[in-house]
């Protein structure tokens, strides 16, 4: 039941999603070198644009809902 997470529960989920974080940042990384760019856009100056803030929640957030979907639905 999705109401009652275990405290064990959350941390694993957490070290995992933590580990996934990377693997997007790292893709987004590879792309960005594939392409020859140093950062994504200009609306964040010094923080390498809106998409290089956020890159690491395009693996983390499919991740989530699937781990949700697979164990606690």
């Given at each position: 039941?999705?109401?009652?997470?275990?405290?064990?529960?959350?941390?694993?989920?957490g070290?995992?999603?933590?580990?996934?974080?990377?693997?997007?940042?790292?893709?987004?990384?590879?792309?960005?070198?594939?392409?020859?760019?140093?950062?994504?856009?200009?609306?964040?100056?010094?923080?390498?644009?809106?998409?290089?803030?956020?890159?690491?929640?395009?693996?983390?957030?499919?991740?989530?809902?699937?781990?949700?979907?697979?164990?606690?639905?």
């Open positions: 039941d999705i109401d009652t997470f275990r405290v064990w529960q959350v941390a694993l989920i070290a995992a999603l933590s580990i996934i974080s990377q693997f997007g940042d790292l893709a987004f990384s590879a792309i960005k070198r594939s392409v020859g760019i140093k950062d994504f856009g200009t609306i964040l100056p010094g923080h390498g644009g809106v998409l290089d803030r956020f890159d690491s929640m395009a693996f983390v957030i499919p991740s989530l809902y699937c781990i949700i979907v697979l164990f606690f639905v």
